[in-house]
């Protein structure tokens, strides 16, 4: 790994709003060199990464999914671990195995690819739902479980999963229990003509993955996510985002809801969000900018797959404009 030059915090220090807000920035900015014409995508990245929270792309190959992943990890000078889901892949290709060591004659636990700070699991939904359930445990808790024995997974720790909308033969869909453990799923789409251009001008001879240098630590972004989680909330935001999570419970469409891991999530980017534009404190407008990007795939709506998130985005918008916030 390169090192990071100059650091802003020693380790252990304090962060004001202000510090997070730059370093953020410097961040995106560094990201944005790799995936040009995609600030959105990126500041939902850097949103789920200071929330703690897990990221996934769904979209067409070629777009650049997997190098989004990477470029934040070298931006934070992280661990990046990549996963290549097949249907054979086993559970314990993810978490690790204890191996018999016959010189020593005791078995020594050998590390899976989850044992990172960003991990890419390309093609998630061509595991097996018995290989997919083998993250719950790694994204819910940061930790995993192998022989009975349970191992703390690094920190900041973030998954990163892509998959393909087109190609469907050969794949499992993702588990409701597993979608609703991503804070966010987004798109990437197309670049645009302009940035598209630039990309073949500055790429075409060399992975620009290559010109990034890091711009903070991994210890700098775990600070940064204490700082953030201790945004002020008040009663009434906390309100407003149970009313609107009960709202999709009861909407007629709506066969599951919002669920309270989702409400915490929504809260915790919107700390995020509050957070990057220089406040301590959460505002209705940080919720409601979030909602849509947090809750729309877990909504599971009376449709079919094509229209679903769709559906989901539309009365995640319907409750917005119903429910008021109580002052």
Known sequence: MHAVPNPAQAPGASWSVADVQARATAIGDCVERVIAGKRDVIDTAITCLLSDGHLLIEDVPGVGKTKLAQAIAAAID????????????????????????????TFEFSPGPLFGNVVIGDEINRASPKTQSALLEAMAERQVTVDGQTRTLPRPFM???????????????LPEAQRDRFMAQVEMGYPAPEAEALMLDRHAALDPLDTVSPVATVDDVQAMIDTVLAAHVSGAIREYVVTLAAFTREHRQVRL??????????????MVSATLDGRAYVTPDDVRRLAPVVWSHRLLVDSSDYQSRHIAGEI??????????RR
């Open 159 to 173: 998954v990163v999963a892509t998959q393909n909308p087109i190609e469907m033969e050969g794949t499992f869909a």
């Open 316 to 325: 995640i918008v319907e409750a917005l404009a119903s429910i008021p916030l």
């Open 257 to 270: 809801g919002a669920s309270p891991r989702a409400a915490l999530q929504l809260l915790r980017a919107a």
């Open 78 to 105: 992280g661990e990046v671990r990549r996963i290549q889901f097949t249907p054979d892949l086993l559970p314990s290709d993810l978490t690790g195995v204890s191996v018999f060591n016959q010189r020593t004659s």
